[in-house]
């Protein structure tokens, strides 16, 4: 085998495919490149950190199709392909190019599982009769390729049934079904989403108990569970929808070994060689299981089970790949143990999902087969209280009031757990709960404990508030600040009383040996349950750098990727890095990233704790996103050393009136419009502008809660669906016109800008659903006065740090839209296309390490045209309609390079088919648009296998009502003009040659 590796990675994140797989590609990657190998990598995620010279040789941001694919190997010669750590879309790319020939014609070897036995785990049948020749039971199911086959089985069965397509993540196409209706539209989008046109239909086990094995196996068949996972709800809803708790709390000895042996049998008659999820259901009334899926390759549980045991389960997977076994290689964990030892855990884990209902609150509730979490946050404690309190502090959320709890528990719905939680406090039973549910009553006891340490305190006051309770509701996971609310009291005066009796969270190490050999890891976790076991690094000097927690649509992988850059960056120069943050789906969670990793909830009391223990010295907010943002402003009278500027700074660029008087003062023009506190401020501010309006709430971050509004009646409307809560809100003059923006680094005086990004779409649209190009063609005179206003803004405010600043340009003016004081969405793309690590930059701005650094740069010079694009998890979200506006829906992004724009969008759109080659493809609905399409009616035409692309850009019901029968019908849906436009633009494009990043082998991101 040669010394040359091609890596496949998944491409832009969508709700069951995130940021678990940045994590798995990084960490296999770097495995490789650790034993000699040459990797080269195919993502066209530029937000990832997996896309960076850091972590390869050579870098592509190509489309995931098989002839870029094709291309790349052409061009690069590989000896052996790896496509197990890209998910489903690179496992479905390495049996594709198996099948195609393409493998054996240019001498490519695929590594770990092969293609055989990926399509017995994937392929439906052939699971289904290797299930059936190991002897271990599978749900009553067939294999459907129609819909009468799909009528014939459930006339045998009876309702309700599962559908669930073949080769497709997060359960997509799939979920329950309960009537005819129900079976013609599941068996049509399944067979849809299935690239192999195949749906199983399955007899119904919902209120199993799932339970998840995840399983490592090297070539020689030694197999090892590093971790087992439980499900909190039972087999229904989606286990990337679910609670998960690890280990099991709630099997006997002998069902784990029972589905331990089962996971083991399944694993090896696939012959899977690396990381494999298996996931089966439990009868809680007698011993019977059903095996229900298996995933052969590194999945979301992976990323999960590593980090909540500490075993580099992705790492080893790489290298078991490569032909090692499970007992010749390490645990980097421990040092001295070898990888075929099984993790103990000394702890408990729980896993709580990451919804978009917070953004979508017209949007389906209801959750099953089908994921819709589009991250998720984990908690690390001693008791399952605490683990439980600590998921759900990680969210990010505000805890809801519910109005009908029931609503939620008959039904799943993603307030569940919270609906318990009230029903509990309303003095309903376990039993009865359980009995509606299916919930483990175990679990149910649990959350039980602290609805009765909550009603104890609430009894309380502070005078007289016992060390024996406050101790309980610390080490039940309780904030000082949610016991304050509950007293009424302050979080200050808590903490004053928990001083006084000596009540500290101590920290933990996560080992994977439970302590029964000495480990040096530096991963850790603070309870109120036990000594304390973890000494302050000794350094010269600290850097605590705060995360972004939980992906959620505004706030991505982007920030995890400046988290990392940080971190290296600030290793780079001498200092000692520790990293806070709760998502188990990252790279800044690898234990091997920072000096030392915690895995806590960002929040006020936690951040302190931690940055007290340490003694750190910079404490850097810039980096995590809004959420970072939002606990630096907590912490300023804290006297904690903040990196950058103050927070009053901070502030001053983030409420509206603030920053309107700056600009005002500096003389640099912006959009009409003011803060409103109340509806009658609101009413007032509008009476100064005309139609339309722009509506927000303040301090938000991806458009949430914006609204355009047209005419004082929608204005009524919007203002009476605003709770007090919501003030202060935001309304502005709406402008039309082109949206420009910039990502700079400053040092108070001079800034540095390595490019203009110019917006497809026009201004209305969130610059997160928009589609970019970098660098732009705006012309000097636009340059020019860009470059100007932001070295005013720099220059007024002192800024030392990255900031993000969006423009509007009109045919008459440039206006200032807002400033972003943090790491951006867009800095990964900046900085991967210009060869410039803007993020390097401003560690060593904000380090003062070269305090005249930005002085003397200059602008790279761009050989490369770039268009990033979002991406928008249709399937899991298909009831909503996706007409973009200035509430971002995107759950990632995607970049390609070409050498001129028109080439970079001939690669955006190469998966869609040309309406001059195959017109009834597409269907243009309200416009005439000059290309052939469709002579279908609409009815027809959505239903038919020849439809691929829908257009629609009215706001019309009916059209509405169109775009989600097209998304529901797994077509492309454009709903803007200007996206179309592009789409027609790239058509003109017949170059494909794959164009790698700028940067080079090995020479990490480059800095002028």
């Known amino acids: 085998m040669g010394e040359k590796v091609l890596v496949i990675g998944s491409g832009p994140i969508i709700i069951g495919q995130a940021a678990e797989f940045d994590y798995s590609g990084t960490q296999g990657c770097l495995a490789l490149r650790e034993m000699g190998y040459e990797v080269v990598l195919v993502n066209d995620n530029p937000a990832s950190i997996m896309t960076d010279y850091t972590v390869a040789d050579i870098v592509y941001c190509e489309p995931l199709t098989v002839e870029s694919i094709t291309a790349v190997i052409q061009k690069e010669k590989p000896s052996s392909l790896l496509a197990g750590l890209g998910g489903q879309t690179a496992l479905n790319l390495a049996v594709q190019l198996e099948e195609k020939g393409v493998l054996d014609k240019y001498g490519v070897q695929l590594l770990g599982t092969s293609v055989s036995s990926i399509q017995k785990g994937e392929d439906?049948?052939?699971?289904?009769?290797?299930?059936?020749?190991?002897?271990?039971?599978?749900?009553?199911?067939?294999?459907?390729?129609?819909?009468?086959?799909?009528?014939?089985?459930?006339?045998?069965?009876?309702?309700?049934?599962?559908?669930?397509?073949?080769?497709?993540?997060?359960?997509?196409?799939?979920?329950?079904?309960?009537?005819?209706?129900?079976?013609?539209?599941?068996?049509?989008?399944?067979?849809?989403?299935?690239?192999?046109?195949?749906?199983?239909?399955?007899?119904?086990?919902?209120?199993?108990?799932?339970?998840?094995?995840?399983?490592?196996?090297?070539?020689?068949?030694?197999?090892?569970?590093?971790?087992?996972?439980?499900?909190?709800?039972?087999?229904?809803?989606?286990?990337?929808?679910?609670?998960?708790?690890?280990?099991?709390?709630?099997?006997?000895?002998?069902?784990?070994?029972?589905?331990?042996?089962?996971?083991?049998?399944?694993?090896?008659?696939?012959?899977?060689?690396?990381?494999?999820?298996?996931?089966?259901?439990?009868?809680?009334?007698?011993?019977?299981?059903?095996?229900?899926?298996?995933?052969?390759?590194?999945?979301?549980?992976?990323?999960?089970?590593?980090?909540?045991?500490?075993?580099?389960?992705?790492?080893?997977?790489?290298?078991?790949?490569?032909?090692?076994?499970?007992?010749?290689?390490?645990?980097?964990?421990?040092?001295?143990?070898?990888?075929?030892?099984?993790?103990?855990?000394?702890?408990?884990?729980?896993?709580?999902?990451?919804?978009?209902?917070?953004?979508?609150?017209?949007?389906?509730?209801?959750?099953?087969?089908?994921?819709?979490?589009?991250?998720?946050?984990?908690?690390?404690?001693?008791?399952?209280?605490?683990?439980?309190?600590?998921?759900?502090?990680?969210?990010?959320?505000?805890?809801?009031?519910?109005?009908?709890?029931?609503?939620?528990?008959?039904?799943?719905?993603?307030?569940?757990?919270?609906?318990?939680?009230?029903?509990?406090?309303?003095?309903?039973?376990?039993?009865?709960?359980?009995?509606?549910?299916?919930?483990?009553?175990?679990?149910?006891?649990?959350?039980?404990?602290?609805?009765?340490?909550?009603?104890?305190?609430?009894?309380?006051?502070?005078?007289?508030?016992?060390?024996?309770?406050?101790?309980?509701?610390?080490?039940?996971?309780?904030?000082?600040?949610?016991?304050?609310?509950?007293?009424?009291?302050?979080?200050?005066?808590?903490?004053?009383?928990?001083?006084?009796?000596?009540?500290?969270?101590?920290?933990?190490?996560?080992?994977?040996?439970?302590?029964?050999?000495?480990?040096?890891?530096?991963?850790?976790?603070?309870?109120?349950?036990?000594?304390?076991?973890?000494?302050?690094?000794?350094?010269?000097?600290?850097?605590?750098?705060?995360?972004?927690?939980?992906?959620?649509?505004?706030?991505?992988?982007?920030?995890?990727?400046?988290?990392?850059?940080?971190?290296?960056?600030?290793?780079?120069?001498?200092?000692?890095?520790?990293?806070?943050?709760?998502?188990?789906?990252?790279?800044?969670?690898?234990?091997?990233?920072?000096?030392?990793?915690?895995?806590?909830?960002?929040?006020?009391?936690?951040?302190?704790?931690?940055?007290?223990?340490?003694?750190?010295?910079?404490?850097?907010?810039?980096?995590?996103?809004?959420?970072?943002?939002?606990?630096?402003?907590?912490?300023?009278?804290?006297?904690?050393?903040?990196?950058?500027?103050?927070?009053?700074?901070?502030?001053?660029?983030?409420?509206?009136?603030?920053?309107?008087?700056?600009?005002?003062?500096?003389?640099?023009?912006?959009?009409?419009?003011?803060?409103?506190?109340?509806?009658?401020?609101?009413?007032?501010i509008s009476d100064d502008l005309s139609f339309p309006l722009l509506c927000r709430p303040s301090y938000v971050i991806g458009g949430q809660g914006m609204v355009k509004v047209e005419s004082e009646s929608s204005l009524n409307e919007a203002l009476n669906q605003t709770e007090n809560r919501h003030y202060p809100i935001i309304i502005d003059q709406f402008v039309t016109g082109k949206e420009i923006e910039v990502d700079l680094v400053a040092d108070g005086a001079h800034v540095f800008i390595p490019g203009i990004m110019e917006h497809i779409e026009p201004a209305g649209v969130h610059s997160g659903d928009s589609m970019a190009v970098f660098p732009s063609e705006v012309s000097e005179e636009v340059t020019g006065l860009v470059h100007q206003y932001a070295k005013k803004i720099v220059e007024f405010f002192r800024y030392v740090g990255p900031m993000n600043i969006q423009f509007l340009w009109t045919e008459e003016q440039l206006y200032v839209l807002e400033v972003n004081p943090r790491s951006s969405r867009t800095v990964p793309v900046i900085s991967k296309v210009s060869g410039t690590s803007l993020i390097d930059l401003a560690v060593q701005v904000m380090t003062h390490e070269e305090q005249s650094i930005l002085s003397h740069l200059t602008p790279p010079t761009l050989s490369h045209v770039a268009v990033k694009y979002p991406l928008f998890s249709y399937h899991a979200l298909p009831e909503l309609d996706h007409k973009l506006g200035a509430n971002m829906k995107s759950t990632g992004e995607g970049m390609c390079i070409g050498s001129t724009r028109e080439e970079a969008l001939g690669k955006v759109f190469s998966h869609l088919p040309s309406p001059y080659e195959n017109f009834e493809a597409y269907f243009i609905d309200g416009v005439e648009s000059g290309i052939p399409n469709s002579s279908d009616s609409f009815d027809t035409w959505v239903k038919s296998d020849k439809a691929a692309v829908y257009f629609n850009d009215q706001d019309t019901k009916e059209a509405k009502a169109r775009r989600i029968q097209a998304l529901k019908n797994g077509l492309s849906v454009f709903s803007e003009s200007t996206t179309f436009q592009a789409l027609l633009e790239s058509l003109n494009s017949e170059n494909i040659e794959p164009i790698p990043l700028p940067g080079g082998k090995t020479k990490g991101v480059l800095t002028p």
């Open 124 to 684: 439906r049948e052939l699971f289904r009769e290797l299930m059936r020749d190991l002897g271990e039971p599978v749900p009553q199911s067939e294999v459907i390729t129609s819909l009468s086959e799909g009528l014939n089985f459930v006339n045998r069965v009876g309702y309700p049934v599962i559908s669930r397509p073949a080769y497709t993540l997060g359960g997509r196409g799939g979920g329950f079904v309960h009537d005819e209706g129900e079976l013609k539209e599941k068996i049509q989008n399944g067979l849809k989403a299935s690239p192999i046109g195949q749906v199983i239909l399955e007899k119904s086990i919902a209120g199993f108990k799932e339970i998840e094995y995840e399983i490592m196996r090297d070539h020689k068949g030694t197999c090892i569970s590093v971790c087992n996972m439980e499900n909190f709800d039972p087999v229904g809803v989606h286990t990337g929808d679910s609670i998960v708790v690890a280990p099991s709390q709630t099997l006997t000895d002998q069902e784990y070994q029972m589905l331990r042996s089962a996971s083991f049998n399944v694993v090896s008659a696939l012959d899977v060689v690396g990381g494999c999820n298996v996931q089966l259901a439990l009868d809680p009334s007698s011993d019977q299981y059903y095996v229900i899926e298996v995933n052969p390759r590194v999945s979301r549980s992976s990323a999960l089970a590593s980090k909540a045991t500490g075993y580099p389960i992705a790492k080893l997977s790489a290298k078991l790949a490569v032909g090692c076994t499970l007992d010749e290689l390490l645990n980097p964990l421990t040092g001295h143990t070898y990888a075929s030892f099984e993790p103990a855990l000394d702890y408990v884990v729980v896993k709580f999902p990451r919804w978009p209902f917070d953004k979508f609150t017209e949007a389906d509730r209801n959750l099953g087969t089908t994921m819709r979490a589009t991250g998720e946050a984990m908690a690390i404690d001693r008791t399952l209280e605490a683990a439980f309190q600590k998921a759900v502090q990680s969210l990010d959320i505000s805890v809801p009031s519910i109005e009908e709890p029931w609503a939620h528990l008959v039904k799943a719905t993603d307030l569940r757990y919270f609906a318990i939680l009230d029903l509990l406090r309303q003095g309903v039973s376990v039993q009865e709960i359980h009995l509606h549910t299916k919930v483990d009553p175990f679990f149910l006891d649990a959350m039980l404990n602290i609805v009765d340490v909550q009603k104890e305190i609430k009894r309380s006051t502070l005078e007289n508030l016992s060390e024996p309770l406050l101790r309980k509701a610390k080490r039940y996971g309780f904030t000082d600040a949610s016991i304050a609310e509950l007293m009424e009291s302050t979080e200050e005066k808590v903490k004053q009383l928990r001083n006084t009796y000596k009540l500290q969270r101590n920290y933990k190490m996560v080992d994977t040996c439970a302590a029964e050999f000495e480990a040096s890891t530096n991963y850790v976790y603070s309870t109120f349950a036990g000594e304390n076991e973890i000494k302050p690094l000794e350094a010269d000097k600290k850097a605590l750098i705060i995360g972004a927690g939980p992906i959620r649509i505004g706030q991505g992988v982007e920030f995890d990727y400046s988290a990392v850059q940080a971190i290296q960056s600030l290793r780079k120069s001498g200092w000692t890095t520790i990293m806070v943050n709760n998502n188990p789906e990252t790279v800044s969670t690898d234990y091997e990233t920072a000096d030392r990793l915690y895995f806590e909830p960002i929040h006020k009391e936690s951040v302190q704790a931690i940055a007290e223990h340490e003694d750190v010295d910079l404490i850097f907010t810039s980096f995590g996103g809004q959420t970072a943002l939002n606990v630096g402003n907590e912490l300023k009278d804290t006297n904690l050393p903040l990196a950058g500027v103050s927070m009053d700074t901070i502030s001053d660029l983030e409420d509206r009136d603030r920053f309107y008087a700056a600009l005002d003062s500096m003389q640099v023009p912006r959009i009409k419009g003011g803060t409103c506190y109340s509806k009658n401020e609101a009413w007032k």
